[in-house]
């Protein structure tokens, strides 16, 4: 039995590996690619492929937006993240939004593979070093620690809390936005304060819980 999967990842060439190293398997056909994350809803209803492999940092409204969209519209699409960030953060916020895998880019190829035959099955799956029971664990420490969200940001705080939700340093964030490190610091410092956070993982949740629009992800 054939499966079928839409391919949604902002590198042109990196898709095309996919595509080339799903369709070697045999029995998947890869029925569409989009490398932008707005395109993502309306594909799925469109197409209707058996699994979405999605990548969570693309240019529109962000991977896990559409992964939220895609669960307010209830479509039968299973969906495997696909993702540079092995943050805790990122892997429950995927899985609570619908995700049924989250894949380690960094991992071999046969992984992927194996998320989507999972998914298809309407199991969970993990790729190695996450693990179910490292993200319950992390569930429960950030149950009680859930910022507030209807904390005041300036346009500068939220810029800078969405790329800190994506990953980078201050130092990046610095570059990315021509400011200072130390005006960076400050800008996070301010943040801690209003939204009363205690640590980068609460920080990055924050960032992917108020679902802000992510920057251009070109370095």
């Excluded at 799925?44 to 896990?64: A, F, K, S, T």
């Excluded at 969209?69 to 619908?98: C, D, F, H, I, K």
């Excluded at 969970?124 to 940001?153: D, F, M």
Aim: hydrophobic fraction near 40%.
């Amino acid at each position: 039995m054939s499966l079928s999967v839409l391919l949604a990842e902002d590198h042109p060439v990196v898709r095309e590996g996919l595509r080339a190293m799903l369709e070697a398997e045999g029995d998947f056909q890869v029925v569409g690619q989009t490398g932008n994350s707005s395109e993502v809803g309306g594909m799925v209803e469109q197409l209707h492929p058996d699994v979405l492999v999605l990548d969570l940092i693309m240019p529109g409204i962000g991977g896990l937006n559409a992964l939220r969209e895609l669960a307010r519209r209830r479509l039968p699409t299973r969906v495997v993240v696909l993702s540079m960030y092995a943050n805790e953060a990122y892997v429950l916020e995927a899985l609570q939004n619908g995700a049924g895998a989250y894949v380690l880019k960094q991992s071999e190829a046969a992984e992927l593979v194996r998320g989507i035959r999972e998914v298809a099955k309407g199991r969970r799956y993990l790729s190695p070093p996450l693990s179910q029971r490292a993200v319950e664990a992390y569930a429960k420490r950030a149950k009680g620690t859930i910022a507030t969200e209807e904390a005041e940001l300036t346009a500068r705080e939220k810029e800078v809390l969405t790329l800190v939700g994506q990953g980078f340093t201050s130092a990046q964030i610095g570059e990315r936005l021509f400011i200072s490190v130390r005006t960076v610091e400050s800008h996070r410092s301010n943040l801690t304060k209003k939204l009363g956070l205690h640590s980068q993982a609460e920080m990055v949740r924050t960032a992917l819980r108020r679902e802000l629009t992510p920057l251009d992800p070109t370095p």
